[in-house]
Nanobody
């Protein structure tokens, strides 16, 4: 069974930084698109940033210039460096990945369990 394992959330003061990481556990063939979504109470889950296997990135307007997404293809790991955090960044952050479990199999979407990020004012 493949799972996405996240780490790095926590409580930080406004202006501070956090770094999230996520990697799949289990036997897989390849990982294509990876990314991070967030969901605040009462809101829908929304894209924060994503990155393709060749390194092309995409960011939500609210985080441009403050967050950086990166990946280590050798480790199948995606990172989200979060700087200049604001109270409105408070949410549960979910890792996302399109994973190909076996050669010639289609990619399927997987989600992490979510990690809480809380930014105090």
């Amino acid at each position: 069974q493949v799972q996405l394992v996240e780490s790095g959330g926590g409580l930080v003061q406004a202006g501070g930084s956090l770094r999230l990481s996520c990697a799949p556990s289990g036997d897989i063939f390849s990982v294509n698109e990876m990314g991070w979504y967030c969901q605040a109470p009462g809101n829908q889950r929304e894209l924060v940033a994503d990155i393709t296997s060749d390194g092309t990135t995409n960011y939500a307007d609210a985080v441009k210039g403050r967050f950086t997404i990166a990946r280590d293809n050798a480790k199948n790991t995606v990172y989200l460096q979060m700087d200049s955090l604001k109270p409105e960044d408070t949410a549960v952050y979910y890792c996302f990945a399109q994973i190909q479990r076996r050669r010639y199999y289609p990619s399927q979407p997987y989600w992490g369990q979510g990690t809480q990020v809380t930014v105090s004012s």
